[in-house]
């Protein structure tokens, strides 16, 4: 087993005054895909949401304990108003359900979190964009249609664009809502291997409904299937 | 069947215009009444300077507000926190609701004197001091358009934002606005037609002089005051029957509006 | 985009708030300030014990009780004509009417509604000046055709709320009655209207307040500056914001001016009051639909 990337401590979640999370602690393996499987309903999504604090955009939310996470050597709690969301989505990549390409062309969409980060050079935004879409395989389907929108790509296609965009910055973790829920199994296919390589460069964190593919790639399962007790 | 009344009367009302403006026609050319001066006593019943006081009044007025309600738009649904944007949004929704006549009422007592002593000249009784009531009272209508429009950019897009660590600014630079270019314009044209529209604030504090503007601190006439000072007048008097062809461009420009705002709209929704 | 960047897009969007709500603060600040002394029982009923004024036993000369007689007057006529004509043509629109002519209709109520109030006072106003002239001499602006000029201006509204309000019935609903057994007519009259009916009762309430504070329809058509309680649909009559335009370009002294300053909060309130009614019986609508699930 790899060292640990993230820790969560004794985490409650709460929306309005719903407890969604209580008392979660878990430890998140460095380089490894770790999978979050349970029934609908049981916070997966929520749950993943911590660690890019995008829960932070629902009104009402409001999260207790701690998430550490080792970005520079030491553990850092996240949720602490010093440590700056957006550095922090930076370094925490995300994948959706649903492919969500902007209304924009391919090369743009990819390109667009540099935009963010204020990252202007020409040459390095070409060359990062570029690898970034190789990375995922998506380079010999679209380097001669760069500027064209990307809705026009397939579904699966669009989910590997996405998954480029998320890599651009070269996230340390990498978050994937159900990444292959919405695609045939051919697309899925090619995303779980390329999760797989990934590996070797980033921290996975996935939420899946699929039993199969869970036991294919997962290295680590955190299960929300609530206990007899409750 | 009632709709079809409805409609009918719509019609009736076009055609009404234009059959008692007909002998206007009759006098003179079209265009001389349209482009041309007014002087009743020399039997000029030109509308251009009631044209023209309306479409500076309305322009000025739209272009005050345009950024104006760009930005309270922007910060209820993009930048600012949650909570307070809900209550700014009640309050847009309830400045809707106040009535027109209170704000030329304060306009006439506060605004105009405010002008007449920083101008130092006229009575302030002018183009400015209308347009600036008038964007007050066009704005919360835009604001709830522009508000409408962003609300409709796909909760996905802006997921993806947060999630690549796009702050609120870039949120709203790079992904909203440019999406919701459309609906921005049709929230302004519409805006501007409701500007056109307006009687009472003109009426009231735009002095009502019938002539051609050429500062912000001239007095205007626009073509709904002209039709609400001159209905006093007698029925058969060619200054009366002015005022149809008033009614009649209003209507036109109005409908070349929302037939306008329409077309955008339908454009949007094919692509 | 750098930092400044960013901060100046901040900073204008924020500048543009203040100064929008700092204007109508100041309007109603402005207001309040003047108005507040004037308002009291000697504003509405001037000299007249309000018992008898109530009971209209005698008249109300330096009052604006007329006034706010003749706008209620005024309310409850052009609604009474506008709401069954404008229910009908919703439902004509939302259920019966087919592609084409939706469209084309839905034009021409959409241009209706933007038709400026004036030029609809105006058409009243000529209407009857021709059947005074060619009808009967005992044809004049009156409070009818106020009445008839407002309901045609809020009547586009009321047909878009009723329109909107049940085509947006989910379908499911739509569909229980009719699986149920209920024709057409019975499915709009029993399911989709009771479904609908809190969100066209608030367009009703609105278009109310937009017939409490029009001035541009009924200074053409009716509305005069001395007539006494409305007591003839024939006749002319007062309304309150017409009397307040009128206050503007005619006040005598400081008095009168001050009573218009009274006026003025007076209809502020009463159409405050209408847009909260709207906007609550709206937002309870709201609320049943998010916890239904």
Not at chain 2, 73 to 102: D, E, F, N, R
Not at chain 2, 150 to 176: E, H, I, N, T
Not at chain 3, 163 to 187: D, H, I, Y
Request: glycine letters at 8%; aromatic letters at 8%; charged letters at 15%.
């Amino acid at each position: 087993m790899t060292p640990p990337k993230i820790k969560i401590e004794s985490l409650d979640f709460y929306y309005n005054n719903h407890q969604i999370l209580s008392n979660i602690n878990e430890t998140i393996p460095e380089n490894a895909i770790t999978s979050i499987i349970g029934p609908s309903g049981a916070g997966k999504s929520t749950f993943l949401s911590l660690f890019n604090r995008l829960w932070e955009t629902t009104p009402g939310a409001r999260v207790e304990g701690r998430v550490l996470a080792r970005f520079h050597h030491s553990f850092m709690d996240i949720n602490t108003p010093k440590f700056s969301v957006t550095q922090l989505r930076r370094a925490v990549g995300m994948v959706f359900q649903m492919p969500n390409p902007l209304p924009m062309s391919i090369f743009n969409n990819v390109a667009f979190p540099l935009k963010l980060a204020g990252i202007k050079e020409k040459e390095a935004v070409q060359n990062r964009v570029t690898a970034a879409i190789k990375a995922c395989g998506l380079w010999p389907e679209v380097k001669d249609r760069l500027e064209k929108k990307a809705t026009t790509l397939s579904g699966g296609q669009q989910q590997r664009l996405c998954m480029a965009r998320a890599l651009v910055m070269e996230p340390e973790i990498l978050l994937l809502d159900e990444p292959t829920s919405s695609l045939d199994p051919r697309s899925g296919a090619m995303i779980e291997e390329l999760m797989v390589d990934l590996k070797q460069r980033c921290t996975l964190i996935m939420v899946s409904h699929q039993p199969d593919q869970v036991e294919k790639i997962a290295d680590h399962i955190i299960d929300f299937t609530p206990g007899p007790e409750s | 069947m009632s709709a079809l009344v409805c409609c009918l009367l719509v019609l009736l009302i076009l055609g009404f215009m234009i059959v008692t403006g007909l002998p206007l026609f009759g006098q003179s050319q079209a265009m001389d009444l349209l482009t041309g001066a007014w002087s009743p006593r020399n039997n000029l019943y030109g509308i251009a300077p009631m044209i023209l006081g309306t479409l500076w009044i309305s322009l000025l007025s739209v272009t005050i507000s345009f950024p104006m309600s760009l930005g309270c738009a922007a910060y209820i649904s993009v930048l600012g926190g949650h909570k307070k944007a809900t209550v700014m949004k009640g309050c847009v929704q309830m400045m809707t609701g106040i009535p027109t006549i209170i704000y030329g009422f304060v306009g006439v007592f506060l605004l105009v004197p405010l002008i007449r002593e920083t101008a130092g000249r006229g009575s302030g009784m002018c183009i400015l001091s209308a347009s600036l009531v008038l964007a007050v009272l066009i704005a919360p209508t835009m604001i709830l358009f522009f508000i409408q429009s962003f609300d409709r950019v796909p909760r996905s897009w802006l997921d993806a934002v947060d999630a690549l660590g796009g702050s609120r600014v870039q949120k709203l630079v790079y992904v909203v606005l440019p999406a919701c270019v459309k609906g921005i314009v049709t929230g302004t044209v519409l805006s501007f037609g409701r500007a056109l529209g307006d009687t009472l604030v003109a009426l009231m504090i735009a002095g009502n002089a019938v002539q051609t503007p050429n500062s912000l601190l001239d007095s205007a006439r626009t073509l709904t005051s002209h039709i609400a000072l001159v209905s006093a007048a007698d029925f058969e008097s060619m200054e009366f029957k002015s005022i149809f062809l008033c009614g009649a461009v209003l209507y036109l420009i109005t409908a070349v509006v929302i037939l306008g705002a329409r077309l955008i709209e339908k454009r949007g929704n094919h692509e | 985009m750098n930092r400044w960047g960013e901060k100046a897009v901040y900073a204008l969007s924020v500048i543009s708030c203040m100064m929008l709500f700092g204007s109508v603060a100041t309007l109603l600040c402005y207001l309040l300030i003047k108005g507040l002394p004037a308002l009291n029982l000697g504003l509405i009923f001037g000299s007249t014990p309000v018992g008898d004024a109530l009971l209209l036993k005698r008249q109300v000369f330096d009052g604006i009780f007329p006034a706010m007689a003749g706008t209620l007057a005024l309310i409850l006529l052009a609604i009474t004509i506008a709401v069954p004509l404008g229910l009908l043509a919703g439902i004509y629109m939302a259920e019966y009417s087919g592609r084409f002519t939706r469209n084309v209709f839905g034009f021409l109520f959409d241009l209706l509604s933007g038709i400026p109030s004036i030029v609809v006072g105006l058409f009243g106003f000529s209407a009857i000046l021709f059947l005074h002239h060619h009808v009967s001499e005992a044809l004049v602006p009156s409070l009818l055709v106020s009445a008839l000029s407002l309901a045609f201006l809020v009547l586009p509204y009321i047909v878009k709320t009723t329109q909107m309000a049940l085509e947006t019935v989910p379908r499911q609903t739509r569909v229980t009655g009719l699986a149920l057994g209920a024709t057409k007519l019975q499915n709009i009259v029993f399911c989709l209207i009771p479904e609908s009916f809190s969100t066209i009762l608030g367009g009703i309430i609105l278009a109310v307040g937009r017939c409490a504070e029009d001035t541009a329809v009924i200074m053409l058509t009716g509305a005069v500056a001395s007539a006494g309680l409305p007591n003839s649909l024939f006749k002319g009559f007062e309304a309150l914001p017409f009397y307040i335009y009128y206050i503007s370009s005619q006040y005598a002294d400081q008095a009168e001016l001050n009573q218009g300053f009274g006026a003025c909060i007076v209809l502020l309130l009463i159409c405050a009051t209408l847009f909260i009614l709207a906007a609550i019986i709206q937002r309870k609508v709201k609320h049943t639909l998010l916890y239904r699930h």
